[in-house]
């Protein structure tokens, strides 16, 4: 029900666009599946993305230092304990990582898709099947923790390590969407700028934009917004985009 009501809005003028901590290509899927045609924040408001030509808007400075850190944990892995790098799509790898040769038991895979931070899991691959691969999964992250000498010293990064999904993401703490919106902002300053949310995450902060709430979203974030609907999740922001 979102597409019909934001077809409508933006045919009188309207931008919608989407704000998350996730992937550009990820955002992108969602952007087409609701159907806005506005700009994309992404990878915690590190990237600010024109959606019409894909062109980035704004780009992390930092996005070098993610670059040369996956090259160099590329190169500083072990040889001799059967692990293999792919990089790319890892949604692709791992749909297609049965058709390796057999030999590639051992794999972390790396997240190209992010542009200006690093995400990688790990996985063991086991007759028929992949594995998350946690004995993997902590040496890639002490491989890691020696990689990051690299960064200038007065550089501040997060990790986020998480044996669950065998997954590390790493990123700029500078990096949020209050950030992103403040460069969307430098482009738009003559705007009425709204932001949905749920969390405290989403509160940029800025006079100039009004922060809306879904009926799910945290009891601080609420009370930091000027509209908060009655319905949750998707519903939730159908019914405020009607408003």
């Known amino acids: 029900k979102v597409r019909p009501v934001a077809h409508t809005l933006?045919?009188?003028g309207t931008v919608i666009g989407l704000c998350s901590d996730k992937s550009v290509s990820a955002i992108q899927h969602w952007a087409q599946y609701f159907g806005f045609g506005g700009p994309i924040i992404a990878e915690r408001g590190a990237l600010l993305l024109d959606a019409p030509t894909a062109d980035a808007l704004h780009l992390g400075p930092w996005a070098l230092y993610f670059?040369?850190?996956r090259a160099r944990?590329?190169?500083?892995?072990?040889e001799d304990v059967g692990i293999e790098v792919l990089t790319g799509d890892p949604t692709e790898i791992l749909k297609q990582s049965l058709l390796l040769?057999?030999?590639l038991t051992r794999l972390v895979v790396l997240n190209t898709l992010r542009r200006t931070s690093l995400s990688l899991s790990t996985r063991a691959r086991m007759a028929d099947e992949t594995t998350i691969d946690l004995s993997l999964l902590t040496l890639v992250e002490q491989v890691l923790r020696d990689c990051v000498e690299m960064f200038p010293p007065d550089f501040l990064y997060?990790?986020?390590v998480n044996p669950e999904y065998g997954s590390i993401i790493m990123g700029a703490?500078?990096?949020t969407k209050r950030l992103g919106a403040q460069h969307l902002l430098g482009r738009l300053p003559s705007e009425r700028v709204v932001m949905i949310g749920d969390t405290m995450s989403d509160f940029v902060d800025d006079p100039r934009v009004e922060q809306w709430a879904v009926a799910n979203a945290s009891p601080e974030y609420r009370a930091r917004c000027t509209a908060v609907a009655a319905s949750e999740f998707t519903p939730g922001v159908e019914e405020l985009l009607r408003t």
Not at 73 to 78: C, G, I, T, V, Y
């Open 101 to 103: 040769p057999p030999l």
């Open 73 to 78: 944990l590329h190169s500083a892995l072990p």
């Open 158 to 160: 997060y990790w986020d």
């Open 67 to 69: 670059e040369q850190l």
């Open 10 to 12: 933006q045919q009188h």
């Open 173 to 175: 703490e500078e990096a």
